[in-house]
């Protein structure tokens, strides 16, 4: 199995560093011909209406959203990732596109702006060799989440808790970054989903 990076923007280096680290071999997506063999794809984190407007000009928007939707294709999507995959969003800028694959809906920079980035330790289920090392930087939250979807992590925003880490079926989706402290326990989850579900 390959699994593809998307490498338009954001820190996509640091993912295949991981994979790596897991002995998966890993290619960086950056056209059209890149997704010809790749069983998986992370969508990593970076600035969702920049990235929407990147897959556009490169043509992928159209055959990464298909390979997703109609060929089920297990994708893990982190922060700006997570955002491309959800269904919804609350405050989606004009002319801003999703894939719209995963049944969530998604808060854009729901805890404030760059200075109201944080790292918190959490505890996702499935991990059980102790709490993550989230880090979050403009990061979304789910607001809404679908019958199919399971929340594995939450975590509480102005007194009310808000999941962070959710899955369906082989797509996962993270609000902060694992790639950044180099913990590959999300992506090793994930490549269980892939291998499962995919
Ligand atoms: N706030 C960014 C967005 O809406 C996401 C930030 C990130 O990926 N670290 O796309």
């Known amino acids: 199995m390959v699994v ?30 890149d997704l010809k063999d790749i069983s998986g794809l992370i969508i990593p984190g970076g600035e969702s209406t920049t990235l929407s407007l990147l897959l556009e000009a490169q043509g992928l928007y159209e055959d990464i959203k298909s390979l997703i939707s109609d060929q089920k294709l297990p994708v893990f999507g982190t922060c700006a990732g997570m955002v491309m995959l959800a269904k919804s969003l609350v405050d989606a800028k004009e002319g801003q596109k999703t894939f719209g694959t995963m049944d969530i809906s998604v808060k854009r920079n729901a805890f404030g702006s760059q200075i109201s980035s944080f790292e918190k330790s959490l505890f996702v289920e ?8 989230a880090v979050f930087i403009r990061a979304p939250y789910v607001v809404r989440v679908g019958e199919s979807v399971s929340v594995l992590a939450d975590i509480e925003h102005l007194g009310t808790r808000y999941p962070v880490v959710c899955r369906e ?12 402290v180099g913990d590959a326990r999300l992506h090793r989850l994930w490549l269980e989903y892939c291998v499962y579900d995919g």
């Open 4 to 33: 593809g990076v998307l490498g338009l923007q954001g820190d996509f280096a640091k993912h295949i560093d991981i994979l790596n680290s897991l002995e998966q071999t890993a290619v960086v997506v950056k056209t059209h011909r």
């Open 126 to 133: 499935g991990i059980d060799s102790g709490p993550v090392h």
């Open 169 to 180: 079926g082989s797509t996962l989706v993270s609000a902060f970054h694992p790639e950044i």
